[in-house]
């Protein structure tokens, strides 16, 4: 039981390339989200799906875009990147434990934008 | 006003100490809050749920102040391996969103 993965643990893009950064839950969790983590900020909400085919946008989606046709996986696509896309992205799941959601989250893909 | 608030901190505190944090939200509609743990360079662990009639776990206690809008931490017995930022989180009722606090930092000192 591998948890939340995310690949690549890093990665360095020019201005303007695109790239997808990837997350797979094995722990058949319907809700995922994609989070990112500038310095000294919390945690600020960029997407989440409820179950696989629906997605909705967090607090800052502009610059991004989701997709989720499978329970396991939930991709993140940056088109066009841009400096202030330079952060820690992290990728969660969660189900309903009780009356919460309890969140566990991958280890976080380092993005620098050149 | 921001929606979950934290003292940055450092706490330095020696090892062996009892030490607490507070964290304030603004939504009344606040339905479920969390304590997460996060590591330099690594991601938040859930380190344990808050409850209304507060939690304790080992050495550490969670409460819940519905009327004044916070929640608590208290670590007792501090150990060099709980040095970490603690994360207060908040999840809106009826919604999938949570809201983080920026963490309070502690290090424990020998």
């Known amino acids: 039981n591998a948890g939340v993965t995310q690949t690549p643990k890093f990665r360095i893009l020019k201005i303007g390339q695109s790239m997808t950064l990837q997350c797979t839950q094995d722990?058949?969790?319907?809700?995922m989200y994609w989070y990112r983590q500038d310095p000294g900020m919390g945690l600020k909400l960029i997407y989440y799906s409820v179950g696989a085919g629906i997605t909705d946008k967090g607090e800052v989606p502009n610059g991004y875009n989701v997709s989720r046709s499978t329970t396991e996986d939930f991709p993140l696509r940056l088109e066009l990147a841009a400096p202030s896309q330079t952060s820690v992205y992290f990728c969660?799941?969660?189900?309903?434990?009780?009356?919460?959601?309890?969140?566990?989250f991958g280890p976080g893909t380092r993005l620098t934008v050149t | 006003r921001k929606e979950v608030e934290q003292d940055p901190g450092p706490f330095n505190v020696p090892e062996g100490a009892t030490v607490a944090f507070n964290c304030t939200y603004s939504n009344s509609a606040s339905q479920s809050f969390f304590w997460y743990r996060q590591d330099c360079r690594k991601e938040p662990k859930l380190l344990m749920s808050?409850?209304?009639s507060g939690n304790e776990d080992g050495r550490f206690t969670a409460q819940l102040n519905r009327a004044s809008q916070y929640i608590s931490l208290l670590i007792r017995d501090s150990k060099l391996s709980d040095s970490a930022t603690y994360l207060c989180v908040v999840n809106e009722i009826g919604t999938y969103k949570y809201i983080f606090g920026t963490g309070t930092r502690l290090k424990v000192l020998a």
């Open positions: 808050v409850y209304s």
């Open positions: 722990m058949n969790h319907n809700y």
């Open positions: 969660a799941s969660s189900f309903r434990q009780g009356g919460t959601y309890e969140q566990y």
